[in-house]
């Protein structure tokens, strides 16, 4: 059922008139209006359907309009849809519990918060409490959020427009072999550098100084970055050493995008503090977090947290993560996300990259994968240059169109195609969407030299 043609218009005309939308130069957007959607697919209010391989924001992990989330939802709007965090509540305290038992090591307590970056403003602000200390140690190639101290944490150009920004945030090179800082042959060698530069890093800045590092365990926007084996393991150590906090943003690879509950469960590290949100209950309502280990926790038994939020651990947000967990234990979706990227989306994009000179690697696990498009494979040249917009910008800009005319909704990052759609989307559903890439990717062919 689409929506009549005057409605239609009030949608956009409103829109345009009133909505400041994010990140947007907002005279030269035009947003589609989305009307419906159901599972891994959404529809415009033409009622045109487009496959989904952003998860909107890579938040969507069970999938559009999930019945248990939508009765959860309900059940507990109709019982209670407001209590402030003061109080004790069943949703919230059944939530923390749960996301606790799934939680690694000894973190076993969430602050909630209403997503990513003030889950990542309060680990920040966590750590610099326990530590009695001030700086933070951020990576060049992330995002972490745009609030004060988590666009200040921010490595990537989204930074720029807020700095100076918060004192005593010094940035550091991570790993990415495919265009290493480092001059690595190889992913161990990225591996091992990377980290040795970290090191110097500290040392540098005076490791008593440091209260916190902080990372995502799989780099999100900067580029589906998976770390080389031994990487966080030795970030571990590097914080076992100097008494450092490892605060891991798990905010985009928690919650079975990975094919884990949090994407340190790959390489079996427990960091002190994890933030959270998006996938916790795929974006339904506002919600996201913190899980804290033991003696953080403990470092505010006696002593009031400085923080806190009027919406923190809202009942409707909590209910919807409640529900949201028990449809990852009932309908198997850890493994079913695993085997999808192993047995389907890796191979599927790799021999998109065999028929594709533009395809330049191809990189990622779980549901969380990348493309990476470049005009010579040899010299690496990336299609469009590093944060290009307007007429630098145009071949992405063609590819997403033809992915769009294809009835793709693709997610496009610079000279990148991540392919993330819902952790819960079907082998058929997944070729259907690499038919629609192969298409599109001989638009950008024509640029490759
Ligand atoms: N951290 C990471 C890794 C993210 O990808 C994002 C959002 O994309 C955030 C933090 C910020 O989350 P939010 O937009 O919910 O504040």
Redesign the pocket.
């Given at each position: 059922m689409t929506i009549t043609a005057p409605e239609r218009t009030r949608v956009r005309t409103d829109d345009r008139a009133h909505v400041f939308h994010s990140w947007s130069a907002q005279a030269q957007i035009d947003p589609m209006p989305i009307e419906r959607a159901e599972g891994s697919y959404f529809w415009d209010d033409e009622g045109r359907r487009y496959l989904d391989f952003s998860s909107q924001?890579?938040?969507v992990n069970i999938g559009y309009q999930h019945p248990r989330l939508v009765a959860a939802i309900t059940e507990q709007a109709a019982k209670l849809c407001t209590v402030a965090p003061g109080f004790a509540n069943d949703a919230r305290s059944e939530a923390a519990r749960l996301i606790a038992e799934v939680a690694p090591g000894d973190l076993d307590k969430v602050f909630f918060t209403?997503?990513?970056?003030?889950?990542?403003e309060n680990a920040l602000r966590m750590a610099r409490v326990h530590t009695g200390r001030h700086k933070v140690l951020a990576a060049y190639r992330?995002?972490?959020?745009?609030?004060a101290g988590?666009i200040a944490v921010t490595g990537d150009p989204r930074r720029w427009a807020s700095e100076p920004g918060v004192s005593g945030v010094v940035r550091y090179w991570g790993p990415y072999a495919y265009r290493s800082a480092f001059h690595a042959a190889d992913e161990h060698e990225e591996g091992a550098r990377a980290l040795a530069h970290l090191r110097d890093t500290l040392v540098v800045e005076g490791p008593h100084t440091v209260a916190a590092i902080i990372l995502?365990t799989v780099?999100?926007?900067n580029g589906v970055l998976v770390p080389p084996p031994g990487y966080l393991a030795g970030v571990r150590a590097l914080c076992d050493e100097f008494g450092i906090v490892m605060i891991v943003?798990?905010?985009?690879?928690g919650f079975g995008r990975c094919g884990e509950w949090f994407a340190v469960d790959h390489w079996d590290v427990v960091p002190d503090l994890i933030?959270f949100?998006?996938g916790v209950n795929s974006g339904y309502v506002?919600l996201?977090g913190v899980v804290i280990s033991r003696a953080i926790a403990a470092t505010f038994d006696d002593r009031p947290y400085p923080g806190g939020l009027t919406y923190s651990g809202h009942p409707l947000a909590c209910a919807s993560a409640v529900a949201s967990i028990g449809v990852f234990r009932d309908e198997g979706i850890l493994e079913h996300a695993r085997a999808l990227g192993r047995d389907v989306i890796g191979p599927e994009l790799r021999a998109l990259a065999r028929r594709h000179p533009s395809v330049g690697e191809v990189r990622g696990l779980g549901v969380m994968w990348a493309l990476e498009l470049v005009r010579d494979r040899k010299t690496r040249e990336p299609l469009v240059p590093f944060n290009a917009t307007g007429a630098a910008a145009a071949p992405m800009a063609e590819f997403a169109a033809a992915c769009k005319q294809g009835g793709l909704w693709p997610f496009t990052h610079f000279n990148r195609t991540h392919v993330v759609p819902p952790c819960t989307t079907t082998p058929e559903e997944v070729r259907e969407g690499v038919a629609v890439l192969d298409a599109a990717l001989d638009v950008v062919d024509r640029y490759y030299t």
């Open positions: 924001l890579v938040n209403n997503g990513g970056a003030e889950a990542n992330s995002y972490h959020g745009a609030t988590a995502e780099v999100g926007t943003d798990e905010v985009m690879s933030t949100a998006k506002p996201g």
